[in-house]
């Protein structure tokens, strides 16, 4: 292999491993932070008889509009810090392959520019997909 | 059960999930839907959603081990992840065609492979043949092998086979919340020509975009439950770390053999549910 190759894959690397890290970290601080919210405040988990039955069903209960994880946030509301977490978990790899992208573009690195996209395109896809699925 | 007896079961299960896999080198999903399924009452559709959460983490996590320690091939597992995620949207999407009853007959189907394929002996290499794909995309590599203390170059083989078995490995993983590893590493190593280490190494690290893929699918969808998300992954995690400082890799033969009684007990429960 030449030396720039080389080159280009350790800055790559370096940057890869610190997305990962940094992102599973961060989303686990949140999600352990929201399950202690859901807890020890009140409108989280309850001690009523069914309330498994209603968590682990189809309670309605789960959020699926930014509007309410935002105010949920505000307000310190568990199950939206939760929720933050798992969707900052979900978007740590597609934020290493946006990385590589940009390492890659920036090495002049073609035939990986465009196999890194079509791999940054089948997640975002995914998501769109997922909506209507 | 109250929700704190919940959460303390599921994490508590998961821990042990992360700890057990990372012993035997095999993900914690093949173990944690069963259990959410047959000890917990969840149902297959949200443990299979939680279950793929909780690879992610593992599988960045270890990544960013690897990753930073040169052992993983980047550019053939980013290669190889386009089949993998194709795979995973495929079969997140089977997922919600496939009933309920189905989804248990399969993954007892993978139960058992997963349990065979730790008891047969190691297979045989198949002999190189020369391949352009892999010269073009310059997908030859070399990593340092601590405990030899060398630098082991090697050359990569059957770059379109490894598309086809990534693809399959995907449509798993996006089907039943598992990594897929099992189905990659035999290929890699033996058909591809890569070391065992850089297979493993490289494998975790299209997992965790591929799980993302099916993640993704899934939470749109709903199925991503917080209350059964957050300590299933955790869980997994912290067993899954706990796992890698204790052993390192080593393969202890107690462990593989609880392991195998486990996957073959879930294998027996998850297949008779299927037929119920």
Known sequence: ?133 | MTPIGFTLLAFGISYFAGLLGSLVGVGGGIIVVPALTLLMGVSIQKAIAASIVSVIATSSGAAATFVSQRITNMRLGMVLEVATVTGALTGAYLAALVPGRGLFLVFALVLTYTAWSMLRPAGRSISPVPDPLADRLRLHGSFFDRSLGVEVPYRVFRTKLGLAVSYVAGVASGLLGIGGGVFKVPVMNLAMGIPIKACTATSNFMIGVTAATSAAVYFMRGEVLPFVAAPVAVGVLLGARTGASLLGGTRNSTIRAIFVAVLAVSALKMFLEGLK
């Open chain 1, 1 to 133: 292999m030449t030396p720039p190759d080389n080159r280009a894959l350790a800055g790559t690397e370096k940057a890869v491993s610190r997305v990962l890290r940094v992102g599973v970290t961060t989303s686990l601080v949140l999600v352990t932070a929201g399950t202690l919210l859901s807890f020890l405040r009140s409108g989280g988990y309850s001690d009523q008889p069914g309330e498994v039955a209603r968590l682990i069903g189809n309670g309605g209960t789960f959020p699926r509009t930014a509007g309410w994880l935002f105010g949920g946030l505000l307000h310190l509301n568990g199950a939206a810090v939760i929720v933050a977490g798992l969707i900052l978990l979900i978007a740590t790899p597609v934020i290493r392959v946006a990385v590589s992208i940009v390492t890659f573009s920036r090495e002049r690195d073609r035939p990986f520019v465009v196999v890194t996209a079509i791999v940054l395109g089948l997640l975002l896809l995914s998501l769109v997909l997922g909506k209507s699925g």
